[in-house]
């Protein structure tokens, strides 16, 4: 053994989970945020058979990988079952939560303290967006393409283009 010991850095590592259905420019402004704050940030579509996503989940991780994807230290994945679980197999020390307006903080803050109660080594970060992308929503942004409106301001272009095609077809 040598005199003198390698400090190894302890990667630091977080977790943004959501469905993502689809990306808007409001998760992307969370996702460069945390990436200041961590060496690595894993951006993770959670797979739910509750809920029935306007996008399948192989386009909305495409999508992901086309825009996030493409930043530096971010990580495309998806994840079935407990975020916690998931945490822990990834080796991250965080969640990353978006938080818009008060409305979304009851919810938040009620996932955040289940989290701790399964895993008191995952924490949950709460980042706000952008002022502008406050208002922003997944929700929103496909009811507005739904009605023919343009999302181009809200979405990258390529989630803009899916929209269109997508509900292009549901009107002819």
Do not use: C, W
Not at 29 to 47: C, G, N, T
Not at 103 to 132: C, H, W, Y
């Amino acid at each position: 053994m040598s005199d003198f010991a390698v400090a190894i850095p302890l990667m630091r590592r977080a977790i943004y989970p959501g469905s993502f259905d689809p990306v808007t420019n409001g998760h992307l402004d969370i996702i460069e945020r945390a990436r200041k704050l961590f060496d690595e940030v894993i951006v993770a579509v959670a797979h739910n058979d509750e809920k029935q996503p306007l996008l399948p989940l192989k386009e909305r991780l495409d999508l992901l990988r086309e825009t996030a994807g493409k930043i530096d230290n971010v990580r495309i994945a998806q994840f079935k079952g407990l975020l916690v679980e998931f945490a822990r197999a990834e080796k991250a020390g965080a969640v990353i939560r978006g938080l818009r307006a008060v409305s979304d903080f009851e919810f938040e803050f009620q996932m955040a303290l289940m989290n701790r109660k399964l895993d008191a080594g995952v924490e949950t970060i709460f980042l706000m967006p952008k002022e502008e992308y406050t208002y922003l929503s997944s929700r929103i942004v496909k009811e507005i393409a739904r009605l023919g409106g343009d999302v181009s301001g809200f979405v990258p272009a390529a989630v803009a283009h899916t929209l269109s095609k997508k509900f292009a077809r549901s009107h002819s």
